[in-house]
C-alpha cells in the first residue's frame, strides 16, 4: 500500500536533498549530483545499449521517491546513467567524487573510463577523478549489484521475503553523490577526541603530504577561544579552558576552522565523556561527564514510507530527532542502519544521545519463527533459547550461521569503516556489536577490536540474548513478560529472567535495551493489511493506558533499583509493524506526547 510523508509529497525531483553532506568536514566547493539519472536493470555487466527509464538518485529503486518500485534480485545489475555540468572554474588540482552509501557492489566509471569501485552498503566512500573529468559536460556511469539476504554481508534488516520485522530491500545509491575539488595538499580526515577531564580537544589532522605544518582555530558562540598550530599525522592537544560540556540538556558545540595551505575546512566537536561507574547507592551506571546518566530512548530504525533508507528531506531527518526530544526522550538507538552524516548533526545541535547499532550479515535468514516472518536461522538459536535464558557460545559459528569466514572477516572491515566514520559525532554514546544473535560471532574478541579503535564509548557486545559475560554491560530485551529488578540483601541487582526461572545477579550496569512494542493500527496510514505488533490495542485511548503503566510500573521502577538506559520499541511504524509512536507517514502520533514527557521528565538518576 503507497503512503506518502508530506516531505515526499513535496519533493524537487530535480534537486533533492541538496544540503551538504558532511557537517563536521565541510569545504565551500560542492557539486551535488542529485536528481534524475537513467537507470536500466539486467542480468550482465555489460553498459545497455538503452536505458528502462528515469531514476530519482538518491532513492533505492525499490522506493516509490525513486520513480521505480522495482526490487533488484541477486543476480541482477542495477545500471546508472547521468550526464552533468561541471562549471568553468569549479576544479582545482583534484577532484574527489564521494558517496553517502550505496548497496553493495559498484563500480565507478567516469566518461566512459573506470576509475573505482567499493563493496559495502552503509559507509560512505571516495573516488579520485581527476583527469577523467573536465569543465564542461561530463557523464557518469555506476553499475550496482546486490544479493541482499542470499549473502553473508552486512544488510540489516533488507529482505527478499519480507514480512514482520524484516523488510523490503533497499538496493543501489540511497544517499547523496557529490563532488569536490581540492588543492594537491588537502585534508582527508579529522580526528576529534575531547578530554574532558584534562579540559582539552586531541585533535589529529590526516593529508597526503606528512609532515606539514596548518592551524586549527576554535570558536564558541562566535568568539575564538583557542587558536593553534598542528602537524600533519600527530595528535595537537588544545586547551579549552571552562570548558562548555555537551548534554542532551545542554548540547554546546564548539566550531573549528582547519587550514592546510589552501585547503580550508569547517568542523566542530562537542566535549562530553562517556564511562560506567556507580552512583551513591553503589548501583552500576552509564556516566556522561563523570555523573550518572539514564539514557531514555527510543528504538529507531530510519525507515521512510515513501523513501524507505532516504528521507525525502533534510527536514524529515530532523523531524524524528525533534519528535523524539518533544516527548522526553534524550537517547535514540539507531537499529541496524548507519544514518547520513546529517542525520547525527541534527542529534548534535538538538541534544540527543545516539547508540549506533553494527549492520548484521551472516547465513541465509529471512526472519526468526514463523511469528516474526520465517527464516533459516538455526530456530533453537534465535527462536528457542534465549525465551528459557539459555546462552549459547558464540565461538560455535554454525549455531549463527557465520560459518563464513570471508563474511566474518568483512564485517570486522565495515565495523572498522563504520566506527572510523562516526567517530567524532559528539553525541554517539555506545556501539552494539551484534543484536539479538543474527550473525554473532566472537563477540567478546570483537568488543577488543572496536575498543580499541575507540576507547572513549561504551559498547554493548550482545544485545538481547546470547551474552557472552563480561564487559561494559548487560543487555536485555523484554516483550512478553514484566520485567524487574530488585537488590539482595548484599545489595545486587537481581534481574527476573522468566517465570519460574533462574534469576541472575548483576556486578555491571543493566540496560532493557528493547522492550515495549506496544502496537495500534491508524487506519489510512499502514503499509499493508498484515500488521505485526507484539502488543495489539483497539483504540488510542488503551494504547496511551497500557503505556502509562508500562513506564511508570516498570520502567521508572526498575531504574530507582538501578536499571542504566531502556530502550522503547518504537519510534515509528515500519512496513507491517505498527508498534511506532508515529505511523509510518510520520502523519499522525499516536500517543500523548504530554502524557509521556511528563513521565520521561521523572526518569532522573538523583545524585
Excluded at 422 to 427: A, E, G, M, T
Amino acid at each position: 500500500m503507497k503512503i506518502m510523508t508530506e516531505w515526499g509529497e513535496k519533493l524537487d525531483r530535480n534537486h533533492p536533498l541538496q544540503e551538504y553532506p558532511r557537517p563536521q568536514m565541510e569545504r565551500s566547493s560542492y557539486l551535488n549530483l542529485n536528481g534524475v539519472w537513467n537507470y536500466a536493470i539486467t542480468k550482465t555487466m555489460d553498459t545497455p545499449a538503452a536505458y528502462d527509464g528515469e531514476i530519482v538518485v538518491p532513492f533505492s529503486p525499490e522506493c516509490v521517491l525513486s520513480g521505480v518500485e522495482k526490487v533488484v534480485m541477486p543476480d541482477d545489475v542495477l545500471h546508472y546513467e547521468k550526464t552533468f555540468e561541471i562549471p568553468e572554474g569549479f576544479i582545482k588540482d583534484r577532484v574527489l567524487l564521494n558517496f553517502g552509501a550505496v548497496d553493495y557492489k559498484c563500480e565507478v566509471y567516469i566518461n566512459g573510463v573506470f576509475c573505482g569501485d567499493h563493496v559495502g552498503g552503509y559507509n560512505p566512500f571516495s573516488i579520485d577523478v581527476t583527469g577523467k573529468v573536465t569543465e564542461g559536460e561530463n557523464s557518469i556511469i555506476v553499475k550496482v549489484t546486490d544479493p541482499t539476504d542470499l549473502g553473508p554481508q552486512a544488510r540489516g534488516k533488507q529482505s527478499l521475503k519480507h514480512g514482520g520485522i524484516w523488510y523490503t530491500p533497499s538496493s543501489g545509491i540511497w544517499q547523496t553523490v557529490w563532488m569536490e575539488s581540492v588543492p594537491e595538499n588537502y585534508v582527508q580526515k579529522i580526528r576529534f577526541t575531547p578530554d574532558v577531564d584534562n579540559s582539552e580537544i586531541v585533535v589529529k589532522v590526516i593529508a597526503p603530504n606528512q609532515p606539514k605544518n596548518g592551524l586549527i582555530t576554535v570558536k564558541f558562540a562566535d568568539k575564538v577561544v583557542a587558536e593553534q598550530t598542528y602537524v600533519v599525522g600527530q595528535d595537537t592537544h588544545i586547551a579549552i579552558s571552562d570548558a562548555k560540556l555537551w548534554s542532551p540538556e545542554e548540547p554546546n558545540l564548539y566550531d573549528v576552522v582547519i587550514t592546510l595551505d589552501d585547503d580550508e575546512i569547517k568542523s566542530y566537536f562537542g566535549m562530553r565523556k562517556f564511562s560506567v561507574g556507580k552512583d551513591k547507592n553503589g548501583y552500576d551506571r552509564l556516566m556522561l561527564n563523570n555523573k550518572p546518566y539514564f539514557h531514555n530512548g527510543l528504538l529507531d530504525q530510519g525507515y521512510w514510507s515513501d523513501g524507505m533508507y532516504t528521507p525525502a528531506s533534510d527536514e524529515a531527518l530532523a523531524y524524528d530527532v525533534k519528535l523524539a526530544k518533544e516527548m522526553g526522550f534524550n537517547m535514540l538507538r539507531k537499529h541496524i542502519k548507519v544514518e547520513p552524516l546529517r542525520w547525527y548533526y541534527h542529534c548534535d545541535k538538538l541534544g540527543v544521545l545516539v547508540w549506533q547499532d553494527m549492520i548484521n550479515g551472516g547465513g541465509v535468514y529471512n526472519g526468526i519463527t514463523k511469528l516474526l516472518g520465517g527464516g533459516k536461522y538455526n530456530f533453537f538459536t534465535i527462536g528457542v533459547w534465549p525465551f528459557i535464558h539459555v546462552r549459547l557460545d558464540d565461538k560455535k559459528y554454525g549455531r549463527f550461521s557465520r560459518k563464513d569466514k570471508a563474511g566474518r572477516d568483512e564485517y570486522y572491515k565495515d565495523l572498522e569503516e563504520m566506527v572510523d566514520t562516526l567517530y567524532n559525532v559528539p553525541s554517539l554514546a555506545l556501539w552494539t556489536i551484534f543484536n539479538e544473535g543474527w550473525g554473532q560471532f566472537d563477540s567478546l574478541k570483537v568488543y577488543d577490536f572496536i575498543k580499541k579503535l575507540d576507547p572513549t564509548r561504551t559498547v554493548d557486545p550482545a544485545s538481547g540474548w546470547h551474552d557472552q559475560g563480561g564487559k561494559d554491560l548487560l543487555s536485555i530485551h523484554r516483550y512478553w513478560y514484566p520485567f524487574r529488578i530488585k537488590r539482595n540483601k548484599k545489595g545486587q541487582a537481581v534481574v527476573n529472567w522468566v517465570p519460574g526461572h533462574v534469576t541472575e545477579k548483576l556486578s555491571r550496569p543493566v540496560v532493557l535495551s528493547e522492550y515495549g512494542g506496544y502496537s495500534y493500527q491508524e487506519k489510512g496510514h499502514v503499509f499493508s493489511d498484515k500488521i505485526f505488533g507484539y502488543k495489539v490495542y483497539g483504540n488510542k485511548e488503551e494504547l496511551n493506558g497500557g503505556l502509562k503503566k508500562l513506564f511508570e510500573g516498570e520502567v521508572e521502577a526498575a531504574m530507582k533499583n538501578g536499571l542504566a538506559a531502556a530502550v522503547y520499541t518504537q519510534l515509528t511504524d515500519v512496513e507491517s509493524e505498527i508498534n511506532g509512536l508515529v505511523t509510518y507517514d510520520r502523519k499522525v502520533v499516536k500517543i500523548d506526547r504530554n502524557m509521556l514527557k511528563t513521565i520521561n521528565d521523572r526518569l532522573v538518576i538523583e545524585e
